[in-house]
Every structure is written in structure tokens, then in C-alpha cells.
């Protein structure tokens, strides 16, 4: 197993060898138990090198990303299968989880800049408080049709 090795300035000290924390008061200071008073660490990184991907037995359908729901190869979660994942494929619009999110959350984690602006300003509430959630639907038409200015 190949191991990656470097001296690194110690975080804890930021390199003094010297320790200040919540309870070392009025300029007292206590040697680094990070780097052990030297300021300064050997950092060792252990790794296996990346061959190829590996074939997962378990994996049925692959979703982009994950926007803090509880998903399952059982329900339309949108996405695509794992053999096309695998073979390579992008995802593409209508692939989202459309289901359950409308098209600013979805894009909220997924693509940041796609985010619509039609959106009303939801500032400290969550998407599902929306007055158009329960319409959410409609909100994907129109980002289909209209794109993130619609």
C-alpha cells in the first residue's frame, strides 16, 4: 500500500509548539500535544491506489445528488438505472426527483446556478412550506419550458 509523507506546520500550534486554549489564560501556555513542542508533524497518508471503479452488487438506481430526503430503489426517486450510470450516461432533464421536490430545492443541491428565479423569496422557510409546493408540478412545466428565468 503506498503511503504519501510530508512534514506539515501543526494546526494546533499553527507551528509555535506552543498550545493556547479555553482554559490557558493571561499569556500561560502549555507545549503542543499535537506536535509535541516542534511546531511541525510528519503527516502520513496511507492509500490504495484507484484502478477502476468498482461493480456494486447491492446499487439498482443511481440519483444525482441527495437533497436531505430518505430515497429507495422502490419509489419513483428519479435518476437513472445503475447499468447506465455505470455505462457512462448523464443526467439529463426529468431526471430529478420530481416527485417530491420542486425545482428550487432540487437545484438548490444539485446545480446551484440553475436555481429558478421565478421562485417566491423563501427566506427562513423550507420548500415544502411554499405556497405552490402542493402545485409542484407546475413549477417543473415551467422550468422545462421556461428554464430558470421563466
Known sequence: MPVFKTEIECDSCKGSGLYVGMAERDGAAVVCGMCKGKGHYTYEFKYKEFTKLRVR?????????????????????????????????????GMEMREYTCPAWWYQTANYSAIPKFCPNMLGLSFSDCEFFKQKNKCWERYDKKGKNG
Not at 65 to 82: A, L, R
Open 57 to 93: 452488487k447491492d446499487i439498482k438506481q443511481v440519483v444525482q445528488v441527495n437533497p436531505g430526503i430518505c430515497i429507495s430503489s422502490e419509489i419513483n426517486c428519479g435518476g437513472m438505472s445503475y447499468k447506465d450510470w455505470l455505462a457512462g450516461k448523464s443526467f439529463k432533464k
